[in-house]
């Protein structure tokens, strides 16, 4: 097994990601984009964890996955929030911030 | 090492189609279903990876925690559980080429960087005890502040989520 | 001559019979798992939609169980009669984690059988009707797919060789009924009942997990060491618990833990609201989820792990122990609430849960064989039940449950279905010579047998309420002037009101065709397994039939594991161990050879022998043992080995306890048949007078009397549980949690903002005067100009757009990575 085909595996999902939450109109959509990008990252955790032979790789996926959780839970509150305040959780209708 | 490689391509093939579909599909539920099946790729990949307790535990937060708040997201704000025609922006087409220089980059740093480098073969599989051992050793620190953390989304989403 | 004995032992113990089916009983919960795949991946696609293999596979899983429970009987017929029966034990490594591995397979004995032949037969039925009772329905393809998933879930559960299978089945059960109760999940009732029933199940679960944690980490290293496997393993765990000297704390806990998940599951006392509402569901979910097979599925726990339960509850010990004490409360409590419903399908609802507290009952009280009978045959009369009240109101009653507005006098127009409702009522009521009989006055008369006199009468006065409330709603259903939709009343559909319009959801596209005809038959999908169901139900009961003596007591030869001390890993092989039990104790078998100290007789006689020996076999064994051939035959058999149970044997290892049982007397039956007919009658006559003349005494009875009103109301409330759950637990827990974050918001956070601006006020004043007015001005005014051309340039790209700064935010690190990479190289 190369170190490669992990990492580019990951490149590749978290690229998808990346996408996702650019063209993602949903909140709830770009939350899961987010979700397939920190997977990609565990991966490369995993994968560099077994190259080096060290165990702090797994000790960080775990962290990750725990911050992950805490992130959709938030997350989804705030999407819930804008929600009641705006019946539509569609991004594109939240720019207060245009300047 | 050919087993493990024939298994790494499969479930890396599902993963990549099961990720297009999460960005692509017009139905939010079935978006959520498609990532299901990215997840449990992953965790397959961290046993290939030696690493079983993160796949456990990928399998229990993401998909079972997880993807149950997603599903409760998506109902609590009746986003129609149908197919939507405006998943997407207007400016979607933004998303490929920033995705794609990404990429583009990402692969080219790391085929410089790594090469033909092998894993290590028949590495011992990484137990729960060792993981342990350095989660309360050395990274207990961060273990505490990501007590916090938790503490603090579950309070935050409380207060957010609430009615009144 | 030791030698002689191993020989001869030996091919007592290989004669065990196998065959493949029992072999390969595994492929049983693949089955439909695989269909249930096939359902919701192609299913929309097939001409039937799916439900023609939900259909077929779960005919195929009837065929391969009824092979397997016909080999296992094959394979009981050919053992001695003091042997004991192996289960066919199979396992393969599932998961391994740091050197300890998790295994899935099967435990193939007479219960897991029973269990498994009634699941796939009530499914293949009920599937069956549901062709024609969701006909149109907009999710029938999702429906058949979560039927089947359920079986898949049940047999699983009920094959599983260990704990962790065992749950996994478990869930998925929960899962596939919280699917199916909220299958209309359009009305808001009905996802409310839904998730009711999922949540309140979960907290029994919790149960489950613990106390599987705590049997496994006190059972394993035994378990390791005696029988090479896991403290998961169900084996392991039963052996454990009867010979293993288990620390009397691990097991009662553990049985405590397990029996709060049972609690959850079969709609024990006090977390028995759940089912009721259940009823949301579809009649053909109410009918196979509800009643008849996943609702059993805690008593099947306890059944299973009888063992553990015996040791940790202390069964037999005393007068009274937890199991039988839920179980008595859930009888009396469930049947008083049935009185007052007026839902057909809630009152089938209360008189299951009643059942199942008769079974938890006889469980506790150390009636095994009788609980799990009664498992066998209230399947069939309660589905039979269930189907029959969904015949009423998918021909009768117009789609409406609500049996004193929109039923009565339904006999006339629906016969079938009448006679079919009838003949399971009479089953359920317990009246000779149908199943209920054998099954409900077993459990009654074992549960006094052995001592628990108290529950021997709380359950001859659920006995009567049975009949009471079940005369009740046939009179109201089937007799009497027929009333509303059953007297051909068109509804309107909002016209229903909250809780009667559970069937109306799209699922009959053909409305209009059904109202203008009135209460009619319904057709041969529904009545053919109505037929089949109450046939049974007059039927089963003949299996186990105590009353016609031991020749009749099929099920109790088949299914009661018998409680021998077979040989552990310390202790030699099987052969050999049985060999010492041969010489110790074990009167004379059939085609067997027996050796003595220093003889070996050769018995060819068959059974007449076993009279003419035993004398000079019974002079080591004990005097009860002998005495007890001659008796009734049952208190002897068994007795050989009665230690199982008792105490710790020397050597080797128990799987089951030893269980008492009562004999029959006509006398017993017949004061239980007079309960009965006294039920009947006198709720008749009652009936007739509250919803015919409505007149005499009882009509008004409980305005006229203040206590009696108030005991209504409080039934009518359900006790007033659901108030405590939601109103009390719910708030009482959750809401402080939230206040207390909202506190901490206004006071802590807002006093810091609040102080930490004035202190910044202050200083802020200072800077002013001094460094803002003299120095800064002036390189800010000079600033602003600059900002606000480079602003002015700028502004398109703040958009507000959260997407776009995401492309610029990914484009501008792909950018800077490339950077990077081109310094570095």
Known sequence: ?99 | ?164 | MFAASEAAAETAAVALKSGWFLENAWIIPIIPAVAFALIIFFGKKLPMKGSELGVLSMLASLVFAAGAGFQWIDRVNGASEEQFIDPVIKTWTWWQSGGFDLTIGQHIDGLSLTVLVVVAFISSLVQIYSLEYLRGDRRYTHFFASLTLFSAGMMNMVIADNMIQLILGWEIMGLCSFMLIGHWWEDGANSRAALKAFFTTRTGDIGLLVGTSILFFSANSWTQEHLGVSGFSIRGLSAWALTGNPGSVAITAGAFALFAACIGKSGQFPLHTWLPDAMAGPTPVSSLLHSSTMVVAGVFLVARLFPVFYEGMNIYGSSMNFITLIGGITIVIAALLAFVQNDIKKVLAYSTVSQLGYMMMGLGAGAWLPAVFHIFTHAFFKACLFLAAGSVSHSGSHHSFDMKKDMGGLRKYMPITFVTWVISTLALCGVFPLSGFFSKDEIIDNVGHAGYDVFMIVGLVGAFMTAAYMTRATYLTFFGEPRGAAAGEHHEEDSHGAHDSHDDHGAHDDHGAHASHGPHESNAFITVPLIILATLAIGAGFLNATPFGEKWENMKKWVEPRPVVVADMDHGSVGEMRGLRTADTMPATTDTVVATEDTIVVMEEGVSGEAKTAPLMAAAAPAESASGEEGHGEEGHGSHSSECGKKTPDAGVCYAPYVKHAPFKWSKAALSMLIVFAGIILSWLVSVQLYTRKAGFFFGLTKRNKLLAAGHAFLVNKYYLDHLYEKIIVRGIAHPIAKGAYWINQNVLDGVVNGAGIGTKGIARWVYRNVDQRVVDGAVNGSGAVARGAGGALRPVQSGKVNQYGALLFAAAAVAGLVLIIINT
């Open chain 1, 1 to 99: 097994m190369l170190v490669n085909q992990f990492l580019i595996l990951g490149a590749v999902l978290f690229c998808i990601g990346v996408y996702g939450v650019i063209a993602r109109r949903n909140a709830v959509m770009v939350l899961m984009s987010i979700e397939l990008i920190l997977n990609s990252v565990n991966l490369n955790l995993l994968a560099f964890a077994l190259r080096n032979g060290s165990v702090d790789g797994h000790v960080f996926a775990l962290y990750i996955i725990t911050v992950a959780a805490a992130e959709v839970g938030v997350g989804l509150a705030l999407v819930l929030l804008v929600y009641r305040n705006r019946k539509s959780i569609g991004l594109e209708e939240l720019s207060e911030m245009k300047g």
């Open chain 2, 1 to 164: 090492m050919v087993a493990q490689n024939i298994a790494f391509g499969i479930v890396a093939a599902i993963m990549v189609w099961g990720a297009l579909r999460v960005v692509t599909v017009n139905n939010v539920v079935h978006a959520a279903l498609w990532l299901v099946l990215v997840l449990a790729g992953a965790a397959a990949q961290y046993v290939i990876l030696a690493a079983e307790f993160i796949a456990i535990t990928q399998v229990l937060v993401y998909i079972g925690a997880v993807m149950v708040l997603f599903l409760f997201g998506t109902m609590l704000t009746r986003a129609r559980i149908g197919a939507e025609r405006e998943l997407n922006n207007k400016s979607w087409w933004l998303g490929v080429p920033s995705a794609g220089l990404l990429l583009g980059v990402l692969t080219l740093a790391l085929v410089s960087g790594f090469g033909d480098e092998e894993l290590p073969k028949d590495a011992a599989i990484v137990s729960t005890e060792q993981i342990s051992d350095q989660i309360f050793g050395p990274y207990l620190l961060p273990f505490w502040a990501l007590s916090f953390v938790l503490l603090v989304a579950v309070i935050g989403a409380i207060v957010l989520a609430r009615k009144d």
